[in-house]
C-alpha cells in the first residue's frame, strides 16, 4: 500500500502531476489519476486509511461547496490522523474545520522540485515516514513500481538477436521479469510495418498487461537500433528515426521511464556536451509532459577527452544532475574505457562524485550484458544494467560465462536442472519447443539467479566475497588489485 496519498481537484492536474513525480523520488505514492485502476469510493478510504500521510493540493480552483468529496477525503485523512498537510498554492480559501491543520502556504509554485516549498514538504514527509536515503539498500519507486537495486533489465531489440521484439514481449509476460526495456525504434516498426502488421494487436495487448504487471517497463530512446540499420533522418532518408517519431511512439505506450533522445557522437567540449545533454531531455519532458513519465538522460562520453575518461564522465555526470535532478542517470558502459579493470575504475570514480551531490541517483549502465561484468560494476556503484547477451548466447548457469547461443546442447543436461523457476523449467527442458525459446528461458533464469546472488553479496556487505568469487581464475595478484581499488 502506499505511504503518500495525494488529494486534489482535477483543475489542478497540471500541478499536481509535477507534485507527484516529485513525490515518487521518495517513497510511494497514490493519487486520483490511479483510479482507473481501482474502484473509487471505499477503494479510496482504503487507500487513505492505509497511508501514512496525505497531501492535499489546494489552489483557488478549491471552491468549498462545488468540490465536496475532496472535502470528504481531506475530513477522513483528519479523522485519521493522517494529516492532511495542506500544499496551498496561490490564494486559498481554506475549509471550515481545517484552520488548524498543518499547511504549507507555496505562494506561486514554479512547479520546479528546487522551490522552498517543495523542499520545506519534503522535511516533513521525511520527519513522519522516517525515509533514510543513505540507506545501503538502493531502490528507484516508478508508477508505484519498486525495483530493489542493482538489478539486470531484460532488453529486447530488433539489432542481431535471437528473439525479435514483438515475440519478446509475449515470452516476458510468461517469464514476469522485474524489468523490462523495449526500443521506441522498435515500437514504431510495429506499428508502422506491414511484416507485423499480423503481430500488432497481440504485441500492444501484451504490453497492456505488462503494464499493469509488477515489470517495470524502461523505454529506449530507439538510436541504437537506427545508428545499426544506418536508418537516421536526413534529407535523403525522410522517412528514417528522428526525435519527433521517438514522441509519437511513446504517445501510444505507457512505460514506467524513459531513456531520452540521445545523440550518439557527442560533442568534445564538455559545455557543449552539457547543453545538448540538456536541451535534448527539456525537449522531452516538454513534448512528453502529459504523460508524466520519469526521464533519465543519457550521457555519451566522447572518443577523446583532454583529461582522463574516468574523470571527464564523472565531471559531465555531477553536472547533470545538479542541473537536471533526474530520477536516473544512464552511461553506455562501452563509452568508460578499454578494459574491465579500467571501467570498473571510472564507475567508481562516477559514483564518488554521484555521491557528493548528497543525493542518491541511481546509475544505469547501457549494453551491460555480461554477468561477470554486472558483478565487477555493481560493487564499483552501478545500480542497473541491461544488455542483448541474455538473448543472444548461451549461459552457463554454474560459471556465468558465456557461449555460442547454438552451444546450448553442450550446457543443457549438466544444467537444466538448475533453474529455480518450475514454470520456466518446463519451457527450457521441453525439446519440442523451438530452440531459441528453450535457451533464452534458461537464459532468463541464470540471470536472475545471478543478479540475486550479486544482490546478496551487495545487501550483506561483502563485495570482496562476490569479486573473489566472480574473478577466481584471474589470479591471486589481479583479484587483490581490483579489491584494493574498489574499496578506496
Known sequence: MEKIVVLCTSEDNDKVTKLVTFLRKITTVWWYQDKKKIKWDEAVKNKIRHSEIVIAFLSDKFIDDRHDILRDEMKLAKDLDKGPILFCHGQVDIPL????????????WDGTEGHR?????????????????????????????????????FSLSSHETQILPNDGVILSSLLEPRALLISAYDIYSINNDERFAGSKENFHATLKEHEKSNTIIFLDSGNYEAKRKNNYYTEYNEHGWRQEKFWETVSDINPDIIFSYDQYEPPSDMRELKQVIVSNYKKDMQALQPKNIP????????????IPIGDFAADIVHQI???LNPIMIAIPERELGDGLIERTRNIRTIR??????GTYYPLHLLGTGNPISIAFFAAAGADSF?????CRTAINYGTVTLFHF?????????????????????????KENDFALRVVAYNFDAYNDWINTVKDYIDKDNVQQLLRMTCLHAGQGVQKQIIEELLK
Open 97 to 108: 474545520g481545517f484552520g488548524r491543520v498543518d499547511r504549507i502556504a507555496v505562494g506561486e
Open 117 to 153: 516549498a517543495f523542499q520545506e514538504l519534503k522535511t516533513r514527509i521525511h520527519k513522519i515516514i522516517k525515509v533514510d536515503v543513505n540507506s545501503k539498500r538502493k531502490h528507484i519507486i516508478l508508477h508505484n513500481k519498486t525495483l530493489s537495486l542493482p538489478d539486470f533489465v
Open 295 to 306: 526521464i533519465s538522460p543519457i550521457i555519451h562520453i566522447p572518443a577523446q577527452t583532454e
Open 321 to 323: 544532475a545538479l542541473e
Open 352 to 357: 564518488k562524485r554521484l555521491d557528493n551531490t
Open 386 to 390: 541491461d544488455g542483448l547477451e541474455w
Open 406 to 430: 547454438q552451444h546450448f546442447d553442450l550446457l543443457e543436461n549438466a544444467n537444466i536442472n538448475r533453474i529455480v523457476n518450475q514454470e520456466v523449467k518446463k519451457i527450457a527442458a521441453n
